[in-house]
């Protein structure tokens, strides 16, 4: 707990950040600024406060041991992670890329760099999930080095407490990328990675997380001293800092709104997803109440099959990604509740199943998104 002159000072210091903040942290003068641990640059001193200050936040946020802003991407926390607890031919376990796995630390992405081998977790398409029996004894079978949770298509928590006994009996360093669900983690909405056994948690801080484009890295004390001794200069040299300020502001944001935040984009996901399974689309986890993220998955047989659908509704301003993978964190940044959802399943229909004029579809949406052009859940100045 602070003490009253802590909670003070901190205040102070959050009403002078705010007020640098609030004239845009992109377009600040830390944009063109150097700073680094050894102190080697001069007219840092504001800079080293809003660092200080964001990490302290995202500690109290994650309820994190540590905390470390400057990764350039949710890819390069990955890196970060992988390239300090692991040696070449090491064994990696995580979901695989078929299963919605992150190709990035599949067989050719990170892996391939670093000499890795990569064995899936056993998944169950039916749930959605990773197989809890089959993973603890492939687990105890092929002993990984480590084992990586989270996932790109992310519908269900990982059973991160199932399996953390055995994985840390055999030795394994277990990890958590966070990057899709980092802001419904923040919100308290999905799964506590660090609460649940996983020493360290990573990610991107864009996708449910409130922007701007990069990476995060909370950690105990343990990994979290060596993975922020080896950053600088190996994984980041000179760190962003205006995108660090802008997260700064996002963190302070999501400390204050994320609960809301987390629980309206479950309760969309999960409006979007029932609306579209009531007009015959094929929406996965339908015996599973769809979704506990904000991801909703129309189950059209992967990539190849998606596409086509994928460019009719981009067609009409809609936009999905090939998978056909939904977010619906956006829209509920800018406002939109449950009925929206079923207006936007509405014109899916009227897109796809109608076959409705795109044109005409288009006008709708245009019209929906116009009445929602406020970011909400965060400071207003
Ligand atoms: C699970 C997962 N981790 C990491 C990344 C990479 O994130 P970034 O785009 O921030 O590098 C992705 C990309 O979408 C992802 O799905």
Same mark, same amino acid.
């Given at each position: ?47 080293? *406060? ?83 029996? =089959? ?71 864009? =996708? ?40 700064? /502001? ?98 899916? *229909?009227?897109?796809? /199943?109608?076959? *409705? ?25």
């Amino acid at each position: 707990m602070n003490s009253g002159a802590e909670r003070n000072a901190s205040i102070s210091f959050h009403q002078k950040t705010w007020q640098v903040l609030r004239f845009g942290p992109y377009s600040s003068e830390m944009g063109h600024r150097y700073t680094s641990p050894d102190h080697f640059y001069m007219g840092t001193r504001l800079i080293d *406060k809003v660092e200080k200050f964001g990490e302290e936040t995202a500690k109290r946020l994650f309820k994190a041991e540590t905390a470390d802003l400057r990764l350039l991407s949710g890819h390069v926390a990955d890196l970060v992670f992988l390239a300090n607890m692991t040696k070449r031919g090491d064994l990696l376990m995580c979901v695989s890329a078929d299963d919605g796995g992150y190709p990035g630390i599949w067989r050719s992405g990170l892996p391939s760099v670093l000499g890795l081998e990569v064995k899936a977790l056993p998944f169950s398409k039916d749930r959605m999930n990773i197989q809890v029996d =089959k993973a603890l004894e492939t687990i105890i079978e092929v002993k990984p080095q480590v084992i990586i949770f989270g996932a790109s298509l992310f519908l269900f928590p990982h059973p991160i407490n199932e399996l953390t006994e055995v994985a840390r009996s055999i030795g394994a360093h277990i990890g958590f990328d966070g990057s899709h669900v980092m802001g419904l983690i923040a919100g308290g909405k999905f799964q506590s990675p660090l609460q649940e056994g996983s020493p360290t948690l990573f990610g991107s801080t864009h =996708k449910s997380f409130f922007g701007p484009q990069g990476g995060i890295i909370l950690a105990d004390e343990e990994i979290g001293a060596v993975l922020k001794e080896r950053i600088h200069p190996a994984f980041v040299d000179n760190a962003h800092w205006n995108r660090i300020a802008a997260l700064t /502001l996002a963190l302070a944001e999501m400390e204050k709104f994320g609960s809301a935040y987390a629980e309206q984009v479950i309760r969309n996901s999960q409006t979007l997803a029932k609306a579209l399974d009531d007009y015959g689309f094929p929406v996965a986890g339908s015996n599973l109440g769809y979704t506990k993220s904000h991801q909703v998955l129309m189950n059209f047989g992967g990539y190849k099959h998606g596409r086509e659908l994928a460019e009719r509704l981009e067609k009409t301003n809609i936009i999905v990604d090939c998978g056909v993978r939904l977010g619906t964190s956006e829209v509920t940044r800018r406002g939109m509740k449950e009925s929206e959802m079923e207006k936007i399943a509405q014109l899916m *229909k009227e897109a796809i /199943l109608d076959e *409705k004029q795109s044109g005409k579809v288009r006008e709708e949406v245009e019209d929906l998104a116009a009445e929602f052009q406020k970011v909400n859940y965060c400071f207003h100045t």
